[in-house]
C-alpha cells in the first residue's frame, strides 16, 4: 500500500530531492525580452551554427545540459537518468542532443508541459531510492516548432491575436538524492482535459481548464490554500489562458491575483515584442524556471514555489483531421527549505 500517495493525483516526497544546478539557453527575441540577462547564454544566430531549425534546437539543448552538468560539477557519466522531450515528432530534438552523452535515457512527450513532467518522474526516482543524481532538460525552437505544427516561415501567414510565439530556449535542471535545496516536496499527476477546442491558434484556453483540474487537485490533496505558496506558475497559458484560470478559481471563491503568474507572460514583454497572447513551447517554462523561478528562490525572494507546466497533445496528423485539443497539466512543488 501506497504511503506516499496523497489524495487522488499527489505524491508527497519522503526524501526530497534536491536542486543541483541548472541552466537556461535562449535564442535572440527571447534575450531581449525582460528575462535576457538571467539567461545563460542567448545566441544571436538562430541555427546555432547548424544546418537546420531542427538541428539548432538539438544543439540548444545540448549545450543548456552541458552548462547544467558543469554548474553541478557533474561529469554526465555520473548521471544515472535523464530525462528529456521536446515538440517535435518522435522527440528528435532531444534524443539527437542527448544520443552521445552515454546516459540513460528517457524520452518524454508532454507537449509544452515537459518539463514539469521531468521533473515529477525525476524526483520520484529519486525519492524511491534508483538513483542518486539525475537530469530534466526540455527545449524548442521557434522555426521548427512552426514548420511542424502550422507553415513553413516562408508561408507568411497571419497569426490571429489569440496565438503565442513559440519560445526558442532550453532548460536543464539536475537533481541530487542529497543537497542543500531547494527541495521537490510534491508533485501532481496531471489528467487529460478536452473541452472541445479545435483551433491551434488557441492554445492557451486549449490549456487553461488542465491547468485549473491540477491546481484545484494539488490544493484538495495537499491541504493547502494558495497562500500557501508565495508565487504559483502555469507554463505557457498566455494571457488569454492566464486569465480563464483566474477566473475559475475566482468563481470558486479564491483570488490568486498578484500570486499567479505565467511563463508565457514573462518571457516576453507585451508591449514591445509582438508576440500576441504571449511564449509557449517547451522551452517557454523550462527556461523561465531556470532563469528566473529558480534563482529568485536561491536569492531568498521566494520560499516556496508551485510550478505547474501545461502542454496541448496534439499532433499535425490529428489537427489537419480537424481532432481537438486535450490539455494537460503537471505540478511540482519547489521548496526552498524543509520544515
Not at 528529456?84 to 528528435?92: I, R
Not at 514591445?272 to 528562490?297: E, N, R
Request: net charge negative; hydrophobic share 40%.
Amino acid at each position: 500500500m501506497s504511503i506516499k500517495h496523497m489524495g487522488g493525483q499527489t505524491v508527497r516526497m519522503q526524501a526530497p530531492p534536491t536542486v543541483a544546478a541548472f541552466a537556461a539557453v535562449a535564442g535572440k527575441l527571447e534575450g531581449e525580452g525582460p528575462l535576457g540577462k538571467n539567461f545563460d547564454f542567448i545566441s544571436e544566430d538562430s541555427y546555432f551554427g547548424e544546418a537546420s531549425w531542427e538541428k539548432a534546437e538539438s544543439a540548444m539543448l545540448k549545450q543548456c545540459f552541458s552548462m547544467a552538468c558543469d554548474k553541478a560539477a557533474v561529469a554526465p557519466s555520473e548521471l544515472e537518468f535523464l530525462f528529456a522531450g521536446d515538440l517535435l515528432n518522435q522527440c528528435t530534438g532531444s534524443t539527437f542532443a542527448m544520443r552521445d552523452s552515454g546516459v540513460p535515457f528517457f524520452g518524454l512527450y508532454g507537449a509544452c508541459s515537459t518539463m514539469a513532467e521531468s521533473l515529477c518522474l525525476a524526483s520520484m526516482v529519486l525519492d524511491g531510492g534508483f538513483a542518486d543524481t539525475v537530469c530534466a532538460a526540455t527545449c524548442s525552437h521557434f522555426c521548427s516548432s512552426e514548420r511542424q505544427f502550422r507553415f513553413p516561415l516562408e508561408y507568411g501567414g497571419q497569426r490571429p491575436p489569440t496565438s503565442q510565439w513559440t519560445v526558442t530556449g532550453a532548460g536543464a535542471v539536475i537533481l541530487q538524492a542529497m543537497g542543500n535545496g531547494p527541495f521537490v516536496t510534491h508533485v501532481t499527476a496531471g489528467k487529460i482535459k478536452d473541452l472541445g477546442i479545435t483551433d491551434a491558434n488557441n492554445m492557451g484556453a486549449a490549456m487553461a481548464p488542465a491547468a485549473y483540474d491540477t491546481l484545484s487537485a494539488h490544493f484538495a490533496d495537499t491541504g493547502r490554500a494558495p497562500e500557501y505558496y508565495d508565487a504559483i506558475f502555469t507554463g505557457d497559458l498566455g494571457s488569454l489562458g492566464h486569465q480563464i484560470v483566474l477566473d475559475r478559481f475566482k468563481q470558486d471563491g479564491i483570488d490568486l491575483a498578484g500570486r499567479y503568474f505565467d511563463c508565457g507572460m514573462l518571457i516576453f514583454d507585451a508591449d514591445k515584442q509582438d508576440v500576441h497572447a504571449g511564449g509557449s513551447g517547451c522551452g517557454c517554462a523550462a527556461s523561465t524556471l531556470c532563469a528566473y523561478i529558480l534563482p529568485m528562490m536561491q536569492q531568498g525572494v521566494w520560499k516556496k514555489v508551485l510550478f505547474s507546466a501545461t502542454g496541448a497533445l496534439m499532433s499535425p496528423t490529428s489537427a489537419q483531421q480537424g481532432e481537438s485539443i486535450p490539455g494537460i497539466c503537471h505540478a511540482v512543488s519547489i521548496e526552498l527549505t524543509l520544515d
